[in-house]
């Protein structure tokens, strides 16, 4: 009996070993890990990322030290997704992140069991993605980036007073571009607003079909799209030479040569991702029952430097709102 008891003390002993190491912290093979997967780098997508870290890290995760956090990057080749979302799962990760709609969208093909938490994707019930947004079902929930369109528009009338034609160019292969885009219409035509839609399948669309597009509309609004953020210059290169305004979704297109806009901020839709994942890995939320969050009031942001460009005169109102809440660039 003496000999059982003491096999069993060397057996206690050597899990402790094998598990705590001289601190009393968990040792890197029992870390958890977190897989992160995004469509490509472009400045939003980067601040959303660099707002889930801080946001693990407020609340206790640092990667490297108490958490292992996988990132990967399709560099815009949606054909990387599928490889790079099995990699992350095949790999045990203990929750995984999606930051666009195509990569969720690979990620919740890649597991039913692991827990998924959606970085940024605009209506994940279009996307298929969730059952409802209350309690989203399955492995899954997340943060939402659906712009404030309403506010958008208010926004264009008032440096437009007499806009006769608005157009929006939208990527017809995001389905969170094509739910924004549904959006602004329906925004549109409650609030009188005529509007031509574009559309591209890809970016090498994006010179052409803009082109053409600015031939017969005053201003462009443009939705959360990935695709067009990464090509923004070209848009902006386009409407520059015809002297017309663009008004993006997102503060880093208002910086690339949009002129205004209110803006979902990325990096705060990173952190609520961070919390989301760090209460998931503490067993304190169950994705299933965890309803979809959003950030409800974008900020004001006005590009200076456009808008004398072009000729505009930026409303005393939201320039003193930009001033005071948001970011005036100079």
Do not use: C, W
């Amino acid at each position: 009996m003496k000999r059982m008891v003491a096999l069993i003390g060397i057996l206690a002993a050597f899990l402790v070993v094998a598990f705590f190491n001289e601190g009393g912290q968990l040792t890197a093979q029992a870390k958890p890990r977190v897989g992160v997967l995004t469509l490509m780098h472009h400045p939003a997508l980067d601040q959303i990322q660099e707002g889930f870290t801080a946001g693990l890290a407020q609340k206790g995760y640092h990667n490297g030290k108490n958490v292992d956090i996988d990132y990967q990057n399709a560099q815009g080749d949606q054909s990387n997704l599928k490889t790079m979302a099995s990699k992350l799962v095949n790999e045990n990760s203990n929750v995984v992140v999606g930051i666009t709609t195509p990569a969720s969208q690979s990620l919740a093909n890649a597991t039913k069991k692991i827990p998924l938490v959606l970085g940024a994707v605009t209506d994940p019930k279009a996307a298929g993605l969730v059952h409802n947004f209350k309690r989203p079902g399955g492995n899954i929930t997340g943060v939402s980036n659906l712009s404030p369109v309403a506010d958008q528009l208010r926004l264009i009338k008032e440096f437009l007073p007499h806009l006769q034609t608005l157009g929006v160019i939208y990527t017809s292969s995001d389905s969170s571009a094509v739910a924004e885009h549904k959006l602004i219409v329906q925004k549109a035509r409650e609030m009188k607003i005529p509007l031509k839609s574009y559309s591209i399948a890809n970016s090498n669309d994006l010179n052409q079909v803009s082109q053409e597009m600015l031939q017969h509309v005053d201003a462009v609004i443009v939705p959360a799209d990935n695709v067009i953020a990464g090509a923004m210059q070209t848009l902006v290169k386009n409407s520059d030479a015809v002297h017309k305004p663009v008004f993006p979704a997102v503060d880093t297109m208002v910086k690339q040569g949009g002129v205004a806009t209110y803006s979902i901020n990325q990096y705060k839709l990173g952190i609520i991702g961070g919390h989301l994942t760090a209460a998931i890995l503490q067993g304190k939320k169950q994705p299933a029952t965890t309803p979809i969050e959003y950030v409800r009031h974008g900020d004001p942001v006005v590009n200076l430097k456009q808008a004398q460009k072009l000729g505009l005169q930026v409303p005393k109102r939201f320039l003193k709102e930009a001033q005071t809440k948001g970011e005036v660039i100079k």
